[in-house]
Structures are given as structure tokens and as C-alpha cells.
């Protein structure tokens, strides 16, 4: 007997289905030998009669779902809430995908001088903008920036004060600034 009985049970008849409540099904059954041969899947609490393959189909899946449940209650895997829809059909995570290691490798170099153009590119655009600096601004922006002077100290190099080597320096920063944005712009 069945540990609970199904509400309803869905026959194919003539391209369609027929709603059949369980006792009827069950009567039936016993009268005709065919619907002993016919196939239901359960589906929210009711019997659908479907064909072969899709009942081979349901049943792989629901073996392959009781499997995943067996593994995580014996060693806590997974979370298998986590692998069901908004609907509780399950999703398939489980695919045998072979890596292609040759195609990971020549797409990882690839990667990596693209990056060391990119920089290389960048590097020769910052240096083409420091040297169409004026003569000073491009000095103390060095001195500043390349040799780890501070303000004083460069001051003290040029015969001049602290605050107009950081004006200068300041001046110089921006349009260095202005020069890689423009080559940044789409």
C-alpha cells in the first residue's frame, strides 16, 4: 500500500490528460491489465502518467538528487538548499567538463603581455608628458617624484623657497595628469 495516497492521478487519453481521483485509479487498475502498464512520475502530490523516456528521465534525476542528499548527510558537504530554483526543480550542477590546460595556459600569456603592453604604452605616455614639461617644473617634478626630495631640500637646490617648488611641483602634477587623461578618454 501506498504510505500516502496521491490527490488526484492525470491519465493520457486521446492527446490529453484525465483526472482520475486515486480510488478510481486503483479500481481501474484491477479491471484493466493496461494501466498496470502505464507510467506516473509524482508531481505536488498527484500521479502523472508520462512516457518511458520522460519517466527514465525523472527518476535519473531524482537518484541522482537522493545521491547528493546521502553525501551530505554522511559527510556535510553541501548545502543542497542552495541547488534548487525559486520552483524546487532541481538545478544541475554537476557537469564533466574536461579543462583544456593548453587553452588556460595560452590564455593566461596572453593576458600577461596584453597587461605588460598595456604598461609599457602607459609608462612611454607618462614619459612623453613629463618631458614636454618647461625645464623647471620638469626638474623639480623629477627631483620631487623620481628621487624622493621633499619640498626644503629641492628649495635649497634651486635657490628659491619651499612654497614655489611645491607651486611648481603642484603645476607640473596636473598637467601630467591632463596629458593621461586625454590618451585615457574613449
Known sequence: MVKYAPRKVYIKVSGGY???????FCRRRQVDQSYMDKLFIPVQGCLLEV???????????KERWRYLQKLDTNHSLLSLEGFTDSEGNVIDFVVDEAVDVAET????VMVDRLKTAM??????LFCK??????????RR??????????FYQI????????SAV?????????????????YLQP
Do not use: G, W
Open 18 to 24: 484525465a483526472e482520475l481521483t486515486y480510488k478510481d
Open 51 to 61: 512516457m518511458r523516456e520522460q519517466y527514465a528521465d525523472f527518476y535519473k534525476e
Open 105 to 108: 595556459v595560452v590564455h593566461a
Open 119 to 124: 604598461e609599457k604604452e602607459r609608462n612611454e
Open 129 to 138: 608628458a613629463v618631458a614636454r614639461l618647461p625645464e623647471i617644473q620638469r
Open 141 to 150: 617634478f623629477l627631483l620631487y617624484y623620481e628621487y624622493d626630495f621633499n
Open 155 to 162: 628649495a635649497e637646490m634651486e635657490h628659491c623657497t619651499a
Open 166 to 182: 611645491q607651486k611648481s611641483v603642484s603645476v607640473a602634477r596636473e598637467k601630467v595628469k591632463a596629458e593621461m587623461r586625454k
